[in-house]
């Protein structure tokens, strides 16, 4: 056979089996706005979030934020550990997809005022989440919370040497290639693009999704990473837990009340909590519109809202216009913590990069946090959060 024939022959089996894989990728698109609804963690193709029984006994409590959930789901969960997924908040990326389904919520500036989010996944299954984004040094800090070799979830991250360097510190600690989870090493089908998801075009960075059931399989098929890591230890024997409680009466609770956060006050990034007395749980506002999730098109909510006021400092890495941030995020500083409609002065301490956040109240009371969704906001120390 003649070179140019056999090249061409080469040409055309791999646009066939192209369009074939996509077009099988494709049969259940993330772009489907259903989310799943198949009791028992059965799905019915690989998008969809495992969901359990609604009527079963919720008598389980969810160690990361101590909502309470029925045995079957627990026993679901224990089969893996945390997640940590870095979503960003461009304006081009809203609606996100699986941020309500996180157990924990961190939110702080990436660069240039605009926010982004590490939201951590166990006791809930989420099904889509992204656009997924680039590592910071921060969010290792709070992700390194989560026990041993917590999955760290990223799309690249900084790199330039330096205070900032993200990617270098994720080495330096262990991680590479093991509990670490970049889409630069793993792709598709983990990690797959969706142009067209949001409905809209948008730039390529904005267009980066996952599955949180592909990510927990990727771990334990590649890595060897379950409940246990590859030596059989546990991921929790060093977690530390928050205390937790039930949600203040009625009568107790605050007729209403509205948190208002500017970070750098860029009108489409400035967040207000709405507080719903008959919920008792906060509704999320960005660029004073509704934040919604693009899975189940329900407005952001969380149970508790911690605002942690901390160093923020520019790395001066050389990197271009010195936009990397550096945040305090070790020792001790004030906090906020917004729950039953109250706000409660607080002090938060982490002594190194695994240690947890505690949160105290005025006395030295550790915080009880009411069951259900956390959501951090880290804002620099001299911010001012309104409240009324």
């Known amino acids: 056979m003649k070179k140019p024939v056999f090249f061409i022959l080469i040409i055309?089996?791999?646009l066939v089996t192209t369009v074939f894989s996509y077009a099988a990728f494709s049969r259940v698109s993330p772009t489907d706005s259903s989310p799943g609804t198949t009791q028992g963690g059965e799905k019915g193709n690989d998008y969809e979030a495992f969901t359990f029984d609604p009527e079963a006994r919720k008598d389980q409590e969810c160690p990361l934020n101590g909502a309470m959930y029925s045995k079957e789901q627990k026993d679901w969960w224990e089969k893996h550990r945390p997640l940590g997924v870095m979503i960003e908040n461009h304006l081009d990326s809203r609606p996100q997809s699986g941020v309500?389904?996180?157990?924990?919520?961190?939110?702080?500036?990436?660069?240039?005022?605009?926010?982004?989010?590490?939201?951590?996944y166990y006791c809930q299954d989420a099904g889509?989440?992204?656009?997924v984004r680039s590592a910071r040094t921060y969010f290792l800090d709070f992700i390194s919370e989560y026990g041993s070799y917590?999955?760290?979830?990223?799309?690249?991250?900084?790199n330039t040497p330096g205070p900032a360097?993200?990617?270098g510190q994720i080495g330096d600690y262990g991680w590479n290639q093991?509990?670490?989870?970049?889409?630069?090493?793993i792709g598709f089908p983990t990690f797959r693009r969706d142009e067209s998801r949001l409905g809209r075009e948008v730039a390529t960075e904005h267009t980066m999704y996952s599955v949180t059931s592909k990510l927990w399989d990727f771990a334990a098929k590649e890595r060897d990473l379950t409940e246990k890591d590859e030596e059989g230890n546990m991921w929790d024997e060093e977690f530390v837990k928050y205390s937790?409680?039930?949600?203040?009466?009625?009568?107790?609770?605050?007729?209403s009340q509205t948190i208002t956060i500017p970070f750098w006050e860029y009108d489409d990034y400035v967040v207000e909590w709405v507080y719903r007395k008959d919920t008792n749980e906060y509704a999320r506002k960005n660029g004073g519109v509704a934040h919604v999730d693009r899975n189940t098109n329900r407005q952001l909510t969380a149970k508790n809202v911690v605002v942690l006021f901390m160093r923020e400092s520019r790395a001066n890495d050389g990197y271009e216009d010195n936009a990397h941030l550096l945040y305090g995020t070790k020792g001790t500083g004030k906090a906020l913590v917004y729950q039953d409609g109250k706000e409660i002065a607080a002090t938060w301490k982490k002594a190194d990069r695994e240690a947890r956040t505690i949160l105290t109240d005025k006395s030295g009371k550790e915080i009880e946090f009411n069951r259900g969704k956390i959501w951090f906001e880290i804002v620099a120390s001299d911010s001012d959060i309104v409240a009324k």
């Not at 309500?100 to 951590?120: H, K, P, Q, S, W």
């Open 12 to 14: 055309i089996i791999y």
């Open 178 to 185: 093991y509990n670490d989870l970049n889409q630069f090493s």
């Open 150 to 158: 917590p999955l760290y979830v990223h799309v690249g991250g900084a």
């Open 128 to 131: 889509i989440v992204g656009p």
């Open 165 to 167: 360097n993200a990617l």
């Open 244 to 255: 937790f409680k039930d949600d203040a009466s009625a009568s107790q609770r605050s007729a």
């Open 100 to 120: 309500n389904a996180a157990d924990v919520t961190y939110e702080a500036i990436a660069e240039g005022g605009i926010t982004r989010m590490l939201n951590v």
